[in-house]
């Protein structure tokens, strides 16, 4: 006996949920109160942002001559990309690290302009009728 696919014996029928409500999705979730930061640990905003402005501050003797076993790990990441930016085939980074400090270039946008010009002769009267 052929059986479709539906008809199988034995085989009862899956309930399907929707994307994020099956109860095991929602099992896992952490709720919490309205209002309240969900970060616990309080880090929040830029990591590495703070670093690269402190060090755009600095010579390139002082940035240099910074002891990388001192350094946190994101002043680290920091030192690395405003090296990789100064080395002559870093154009990429150098773009990079520009739209990361000053944000992107803004876009050209097209205008267009109505123009009239109007020729006149010595005594005023209009050279084109």
């Not at 930016?85 to 000053?102: T, V």
């Amino acid at each position: 006996m052929i059986y479709q696919p539906d008809e199988v014996p034995g085989k009862e029928e899956k309930p399907r949920y929707r994307r994020g409500q099956h109860p095991n999705s929602r099992a896992n979730l952490v709720l919490f109160e309205k209002g309240l930061a969900p970060n616990p640990n309080g880090n929040s905003g830029p990591f590495i942002l703070p670093r690269l402005r402190r060090m755009a501050a600095m010579t390139l003797p002082e940035l240099m001559a910074l002891d990388v076993n001192k350094l946190c790990l994101a002043e680290l990441e920091a030192r690395r990309r405003w090296l990789m930016a100064l080395d002559p085939d870093g154009w990429r980074d150098r773009n990079a690290l520009e739209d990361r400090l000053d944000g992107p270039a803004g876009k050209a946008a097209d205008v267009e302009v109505a123009v009239a010009v109007q020729v006149l002769w010595q005594d005023g009267t209009p050279a084109v009728r």
